[in-house]
Nanobody, 123 residues
Framework: QVLLVESGGGLVQAGGSLRLSCVASGRTFSMYTMGWFRQAPGKEREFVAVIGWRGSSTNYADSVNGRFTISRDNAKNTVHLQMNSLKPEDTAVYYC????????????????WGQGTQVTVSS
């Protein structure tokens, strides 16, 4: 069992930046592909970014590509999501998740989930 705890959410003006962090328990963190998803009110959960277990393979949703950067530090059991040039449409609860698959953008492929952290971008 892997427990994930997100932090770093908050309220920011459009154009601003936030850095989300997700800390994982357990000694097998480096074995998992890690992803970030988000869910806005009244909408389905959607893929944001994913990073492979080595950290060299990344993939982004088109809506955040070029603005968001996912990274990981296996020594600290941590994955980050640097979010720049934020827009009001980025407002959502952001979730960290892990999977044993090589890579995926589908939430149903992820086995472990954090509780989420709220990101609100004002216009």
């Amino acid at each position: 069992q892997v427990l994930l705890v997100e932090s770093g959410g908050g309220l920011v003006q459009a154009g601003g930046s936030l850095r989300l962090s997700c800390v994982a328990s357990g000694r097998t963190f480096s074995m998992y592909t890690m992803g970030w998803f988000r869910q806005a009110p009244g909408k389905e959960r959607e893929f944001v970014a994913v990073i492979g277990w080595r950290g060299s393979s990344t993939n982004y949703a088109d809506s955040v590509n070029g603005r968001f950067t996912i990274s990981r530090d296996n020594a600290k059991n941590t994955v980050h999501l640097q979010m720049n040039s934020l827009k009001p449409e980025d407002t959502a609860v952001y979730y960290c998740a892990g999977t044993t698959l090589y890579s995926s953008t589908q939430s149903t492929d992820f086995h472990f989930w954090g509780q989420g952290t709220q990101v609100t971008v004002s216009s």
